[in-house]
């Protein structure tokens, strides 16, 4: 399929304005955009957005700490843990089915829901 | 509790290498189970996200698995989109934004969950 710029650019501004209004799920509106929508290979289209997410984090955590202190001291257990799992993670993607990436996704980002709307 | 907080970012990283939301899983663990306000869970998500991103970006740049066409634009955008909702972010109230967000997830995960396997 063709790859639509103007789609992945709106599909990247969705995604954009999730994360920082939300601290999170920008990924997850992203994932089902670009191989639903802007015509990107399905499996690709994970890592594509890791690859597109990384710089809207930076941003929005740059705007936070402009108003406000990082939470560096809870934080930096979490950035440790993450850095080992996220090269983990790096390495085992190309073996992991997109079947089984898909509803690993759905069926944590439903809990997920769950979980703040009961709170 | 350090220890569990490593683990707890190390699966999370697992599956945010993935690119299938373990930020999000990561603030559901802080906000559901240790009780952090949500405004210090997003921001420990958004710092989390780049040593995790950057161990996994590694490997998916070498394995050719990032679609930079794809990438490249929806950077741009993104970048400018998050930078105006996250100033808007710092004016909103936490519990409107953990209902928003809960709300988000209800219905991007039945869209996953309801989708047909890629036919391949």
């Keep these: 399929m063709r790859i639509s710029t103007v ?18 799920g920008g990924g997850m509106l992203l994932v ?3 191989s639903l929508w802007c015509g990107v290979d ?6 594509t957005a890791v690859a597109v997410i990384l710089p809207l984090c930076l941003v929005s955590a740059g705007v ?8 560096l001291g809870v934080a930096w257990p979490y950035l440790a843990g993450g850095l080992l799992g996220g090269a983990l993670g790096g390495l085992l993607f190309k073996k992991v089915p997109a079947r089984l990436l898909h509803r690993l996704l759905g069926a944590f980002i439903l809990w997920g829901g769950i979980r703040l709307l009961a709170a | 509790m350090t220890a569990v907080s490593i683990l707890a970012g190390a699966v999370c990283g697992v599956l945010s290498g993935f690119g299938i939301g373990g930020g999000s899983l990561l603030m559901v663990w802080m906000t559901a189970v240790l009780a952090l306000p949500q405004r210090t869970a997003q921001a420990v998500n958004l710092l989390f996200f780049l040593p995790t991103a950057g161990a996994s970006l590694v490997f998916h740049i070498r394995g050719r698995q990032i679609v930079w066409r794809a990438a490249v634009p929806a950077m741009l955008a993104g970048t400018a989109a998050a930078a105006a909702a996250a ?15 809960g709300g988000f997830l209800l219905l ?3 869209c996953e969950l309801l989708r047909r396997g890629p036919k391949r």
């Design chain 1, 64 to 71: 936070f700490a402009v108003k406000n202190t990082l939470p």
């Design chain 1, 42 to 47: 399905d499996k690709r289209s994970f890592a």
């Design chain 1, 32 to 34: 089902p955009l670009l």
């Design chain 2, 108 to 110: 991007v995960g039945a």
């Design chain 2, 87 to 101: 100033l808007l972010a710092s004016s909103l109230g936490s519990g409107l934004l953990r209902k928003i967000f």
């Design chain 1, 7 to 24: 789609k992945c650019a709106l599909a990247g501004a969705a995604a954009g304005a999730v994360n920082g209004l939300l601290g999170a």
